[in-house]
C-alpha cells in the first residue's frame, strides 16, 4: 500500500491498532536517484491474529524528513538509524537518530547508488586504518 510520508506514523497506527498489524518485521529503504522523491521507505508488517502480511510503502525526496514509527513498533528504533546510516534519511520523532553501523564520523551514505564504492571515505580510512582506501 502506497502512503504519503507525511501520513506514515498515523497509517502505522492505523494499522497496528484496527487492523492488527502488529508486528514490524522490517523496516528498510530503496534509492531511485533519478526520480524526484528518490527514496521509498519501505515497512513489512505482520499480524499474528489474521497471519496477514502488509507492505507499506513511501516516497521521500532527498532532504525530505519521514515521521518515526518507533512509537508505533519499537522494532523500528534501529531499523530506522540503520536507513538514516545507510541511505541518510532522517525520520522526525525518533528518539537518538545516530549512525548504527559506520563510524560516526563517517562522510556519506553507502546504499545511494551515486555512492562511489571505490572512493569510500577515504579520510576515514586513512585516519582510523592507517592505509589508503581504494583497489
Known amino acids: 500500500m502506497l502512503v504519503a510520508a507525511e501520513q506514515l506514523r498515523d497509517v502505522a497506527r492505523y494499522c497496528r491498532d484496527d487492523e492488527k498489524f502488529d508486528m514490524l518485521s522490517d523496516l528498510t529503504a530503496v534509492d531511485w536517484p533519478k526520480r524526484e522523491k528518490r527514496f521509498d521507505i ?10 496477514e502480511r502488509l507492505r507499506l510503502k513511501a516516497h521521500a525526496a532527498e532532504n525530505e524528513a519521514v515521521p518515526s ?9 534501529w531499523l ?9 534519511i532522517a525520520f522526525e520523532g525518533h528518539p537518538e537518530l545516530k549512525r ?3 563510524p560516526d564520523e563517517w562522510q556519506g551514505f553507502p546504499l545511494r547508488k551515486d555512492y562511489d564504492i571505490l572512493r569510500q571515505d577515504e579520510a576515514w580510512v586513512r585516519e582510523n586504518l592507517g592505509i589508503e582506501s581504494g583497489q
Open 42 to 51: 519501505i515497512l513489512n508488517l505482520y499480524s499474528f491474529p489474521k497471519n
Open 69 to 77: 514509527v518507533c512509537d508505533v513498533w519499537p522494532a523500528a528504533n
Open 80 to 88: 530506522e538509524r540503520e536507513c538514516y546510516d545507510m541511505f541518510g
Open 100 to 102: 548504527i553501523l559506520l
